[in-house]
């Protein structure tokens, strides 16, 4: 059964920066496109960043020229590097394949506030 593992959350002050992980089991990670997903209170989940088994990168506007996805392959790693977070940046993530097919995780949160 594939697991993803999300890890990295905190709380973080305006303009901080967080790294967010996320662990793969099974043989699937590489083949797929990944991506990083956040849902906050009372808002529907959304797509932050994705990234394709070749290592190109798509971002929303809420979030490009902020955050960086990236993977390791070797490792079924998937890493989602934040910096200038922004209080509306406040939500629980996750990771999973784009589209998704896999079980939500247990995300990891991530709170924004001075």
């Known amino acids: 059964q594939v697991q993803l593992v999300e890890s990295g959350g905190g709380l973080v002050q305006p303009g901080g920066s967080l790294r967010l992980s996320c662990a793969a089991s099974g043989t699937f990670f590489s083949a797929y496109t990944m991506g990083w997903y956040r849902q906050a209170p009372g808002k529907q989940r959304e797509l932050v960043a994705a990234?394709?088994?070749?290592?190109?990168?798509t971002y929303p506007d809420s979030t490009k020229a902020r955050f960086t996805i990236s993977r390791d392959n070797s490792k079924n790693t998937l890493y989602l590097q934040m910096n200038k977070l922004k209080p509306e940046d406040t939500a629980v993530y996750y990771c999973s394949t784009v589209p998704r097919f896999l079980s939500w995780g247990q995300g990891t949160q991530v709170t924004v506030s001075s």
């Open positions: 990234i394709t088994s070749g290592g190109n990168t």
